[in-house]
Nanobody
Framework: QVQLVESGGGLVQAGGSLRLSCAASGRTFSSYRMGWFRQAPGKEREFVAS????????TYADSVKGRFTISRDNAKNTVYLQMNSLKPEDTAVYYC????????????WGQGTQVTVSS
């Protein structure tokens, strides 16, 4: 079992930055691929970014490439999402998720943190 707790959301003006954190429980954090997803009101949840267990193999949605950076610190069991040049359309609840090497889907999800970007 993996428990995930996000933090760092808030209200920011367009063009600003935020850094989200996701703290994970468990001793096998480095064995999980970690991802960030988001869900805006009235829309389906969408993929934002992911990172491999050792910190390599990052992937990004086209909408955030060049603005967002995913990283992880396995010593702290934490994954981060640095968000720069934020736009109003980035407003959403952001979730972190964990996927084991044996799974093709993300098995564990956090409760989400709200990010609101004002114009």
């Amino acid at each position: 079992q993996v428990q995930l707790v996000e933090s760092g959301g808030g209200l920011v003006q367009a063009g600003g930055s935020l850094r989200l954190s996701c703290a994970a429980s468990g001793r096998t954090f480095s064995s999980y691929r970690m991802g960030w997803f988001r869900q805006a009101p009235g829309k389906e949840r969408e993929f934002v970014a992911s990172i491999g267990g050792r910190g390599g193999s990052t992937t990004y949605a086209d909408s955030v490439k060049g603005r967002f950076t995913i990283s992880r610190d396995n010593a702290k069991n934490t994954v981060y999402l640095q968000m720069n040049s934020l736009k109003p359309e980035d407003t959403a609840v952001y979730y972190c998720a964990a996927r084991s090497s044996l799974s093709s889907v993300y098995d564990y999800w956090g409760q989400g943190t709200q990010v609101t970007v004002s114009s």
